[in-house]
């Protein structure tokens, strides 16, 4: 059985921005499989995955967007910051990192 699952690219996956992915997500959560999260750069700018993103982050144990796409997710203006809000937007337990870049 599968222990962890990865979703890379989400906001470059915009048919998978659905009910279904929210569901198969939970479903794997409460079977106990670990899940992570990288959303990639959202070039249509609204950063949220057609509104099903902030259900995704409830059932990460790690999401790792980088600084700009941290920053388009949450608004925050530093990196920092985006780690504030990211984390109170995940459930307790849960892992958020945000890479930037040659800097770490």
């Known amino acids: 059985a599968q222990r ?3 979703v890379g690219g989400l906001f470059n996956m915009p048919n998978m921005h659905c009910r ?4 198969l997500l939970g479903a ?3 079977a106990g499989v670990t899940l992570s999260l990288d959303t990639q750069f959202d070039v249509s ?11 995704c982050l409830g059932v990460m144990d790690v999401f790792m967007p980088n600084e700009l796409e ?3 997710v949450t608004g925050a203006p530093t990196p920092e910051a985006a780690l504030e809000v990211l984390c109170a937007r995940m459930r307790p337990g849960a892992l958020a990192l945000v890479k930037v ?3 770490g």
């Open 4 to 6: 962890h699952v990865h």
């Open 70 to 72: 941290a920053a388009g």
């Open 28 to 30: 794997l959560h409460a």
């Open 101 to 103: 870049g040659a800097r």
């Open 45 to 55: 700018g609204a950063w949220d995955g057609k509104g099903c993103l902030p259900e």
């Open 20 to 23: 279904d992915l929210l569901d």
